[in-house]
């Protein structure tokens, strides 16, 4: 132990988030990393001189958070001044996005395309089931924002990043008109006289994405530095960027392209990366075949990228897209959505069976490379063949502790859950998106499936360790949300209870952010919880975080984030 500490925070409510999760008084610093942990008295004979001392004033402490699904080029990329803000509440109904876009396109420069992010039909008063006119629900349409923006092209991604609204500008450069057909995956959308509505869904996006300029190395650079300081006025020290490489080339506007890893390691080789970045590689685009998997594992990394400190940028997997998302009826059900349809993998092939046989395909193939594999999955039939197909990758080629993991995982059955949890693979969800759309899944695939979606307790009682993560941009990086999202269940839109039997304490909901999270980076034994010996990466909340109502633990603001031990955001 150190003569004196550099920094000790004191006098507060100290979450360490260790096996019992202990709760102390005082933690002191050296060298970047935790050196004690314990009441007031114990930790002030480290103060020395030189020491910086942070009175916590009751205030709670905790380790610094792990976003662990976190698109954080992509985050920075798709908001002000970037694209237009076409979100709840930003705007409330297709009429006040028509205007924002409007307002949008008249800062732009001529040949530039109008980007926008966030749109959710949930919130749109024309879109809900009886709009404020009376009039029948309906779906935004190519239509209402050729109204306001006709000169070029307008493209605006929904929440979820699944679907896509383009007006007939955007369309005629991605050269989709009646006679295009979809690429496997892919949905695109048409209206009564079967002309393309402007919707795009799934792997249909590709085709937009494609006709976009690409995003400069200056631009990704500053969507990162955009993001990370965010992350650190949220609390935020560690994130996995899920999915970089050939098959993100043409999402987010080109932010999960593999260039954006280029810029990630030239930001840790230069010092100027503050945060501890996670990568899953994404070797394949949605509905891309298989066959080409084995030469994309084999690509190499950026130069110099393996002799990087690998607490600060690591490589840990791939990423693999299975199935579409519940909202846009694109994930794999077992039992029909309302109004019909079960949705299907997103696999290459002509059916079910080849679908399912191209995901067993590459699975295998990064199982054997000795890859973690994070699979976006969601639909209840498309996880008990994804789990199944884990089980065969691993029987045919044995490894240890490979924690691969299930990504979304909205239906997850009990069964795949049982077996996940058998094997310490994993399952990372998103509270913060079951609060923003349990009123629409109702109207989706019916009440008692909507209150199941995304079953938190039944997973930690089977035995698995739960992450927990915002998928920024689908979700604001506000992890106070998700957590009062996982102890309430409860609807943004009307508050009304969605599942409640699914709620869980405090704690769980702290481990899914914390310790839980660099369980899934394999780093465990150093971060992710305030103990002796591991980094000091520290949140501190301005309140009691033990103490509050869950329902006013989203208003609990950030007043300090450390990494590595120093001060990297404060409100003083």
């Known amino acids: 132990m150190p003569v004196c500490a550099d920094l ?57 958070i792990n976003d662990s699904h976190l698109h954080a080029c992509a985050f920075g990329a798709t908001r002000p001044p970037l694209a237009v803000d076409v979100s709840y509440p930003a705007v409330e109904s297709i009429a006040d996005i028509a205007a924002a876009v409007a307002r949008h396109a ?42 306001v923006v006709t000169d070029r092209p307008v493209l605006l991604y929904e929440f979820s990043g699944h679907t896509a609204w383009l007006n007939s500008h955007a369309l005629r450069a991605a050269g989709i008109d009646r006679d295009t057909v979809a690429p496997p995956g892919g949905i695109i959308e048409v209206d009564a006289a079967g002309e393309p509505s402007g919707l795009l869904r799934e792997g249909a996006q590709n085709l937009v994405n494609a006709a976009v300029p690409p995003m400069t190395r200056a631009d990704r650079e500053r969507a990162v530095r955009a993001a990370v300081a965010i992350c650190h006025a949220e609390g935020i020290t560690s994130f996995t960027e899920p999915g970089l490489g050939p098959g993100g080339g043409s999402l987010f506007l080109g932010a999960a392209g593999a260039d954006t890893l280029a810029v990630y390691a030239d930001l840790a080789r230069s010092g100027e990366l503050a945060a501890r970045v996670n990568v899953l590689l994404l070797p394949l685009a949605m509905g891309e075949a298989a066959d080409v998997l084995p030469e994309r594992l084999a690509a190499p990394l950026p130069d110099g990228i393996a002799d990087l400190d690998p607490r600060l940028l690591r490589i840990l997997g791939v990423k693999v897209f299975a199935d579409g998302i519940p909202p846009s009826r694109t994930a794999w059900m077992r039992e029909e959505y309302v109004g019909g349809g079960n949705g299907c993998l997103c696999m290459h092939g002509d059916s079910d069976v080849l679908r399912v046989d191209e995901l067993r395909t590459i699975v295998r193939h990064a199982h054997a490379a000795g890859h973690q594999i994070g699979v976006h999955v969601t639909g209840d039939r498309a996880i008990d063949a994804l789990v199944e197909a884990f089980e065969e990758a691993a029987a045919a080629c044995p490894r240890e502790d490979e924690r691969h993991y299930v990504i979304h995982g909205d239906f997850c059955t009990p069964r795949s859950l049982r077996t996940l949890a058998e094997h310490g693979w994993g399952v990372n969800m998103n509270p913060a998106i079951k609060w923003t759309i349990a009123d629409l899944m109702d109207d989706v695939v019916g009440p008692e499936r909507s209150a199941y979606q995304w079953p938190v307790r039944s997973a930690v009682q089977a035995g698995i360790a739960v992450t927990a993560s915002s998928d920024a941009p689908i979700t604001y990086p506000d992890w106070r949300r998700g957590v009062s999202a996982m102890m309430l269940r409860e609807s943004k839109a009307t508050g009304r209870p969605s599942g409640p039997e699914q709620c869980v304490d405090l704690a769980t909901a702290v481990r899914a952010y914390t310790i839980n999270a660099a369980r899934q980076d394999f780093a465990e034994d150093w971060k992710g919880s305030l103990e002796v010996g591991k980094v000091a990466d520290v949140c501190v909340l301005d309140g009691d975080l033990t103490t509050a109502d869950p329902h006013e633990i989203a208003d609990l603001s950030v007043a300090l984030t450390i990494f590595d031990g120093r001060i990297v955001y404060t409100t003083e």
């Open 8 to 64: 000790v925070l004191t006098n507060g409510r100290v979450l360490t988030v260790d096996a019992a999760f202990t709760v102390a008084e005082a933690f002191a610093v050296h060298a970047g990393r935790i050196v004690a942990v314990g009441s007031d008295a114990e930790i002030r004979p480290l103060i020395g001189p030189g020491t910086e001392v942070i009175d916590l004033a009751g205030r709670t402490a905790l380790p610094g």
């Open 106 to 147: 008249e800062t732009l420069p001529p040949d530039a395309w109008v980007i926008g992010n966030g749109w959710d039909v949930g919130y749109l008063a024309e879109c809900r089931s009886t709009s404020s006119a009376g009039a029948d629900a309906r779906l935004p349409h190519r239509r209402d924002l050729d109204a």
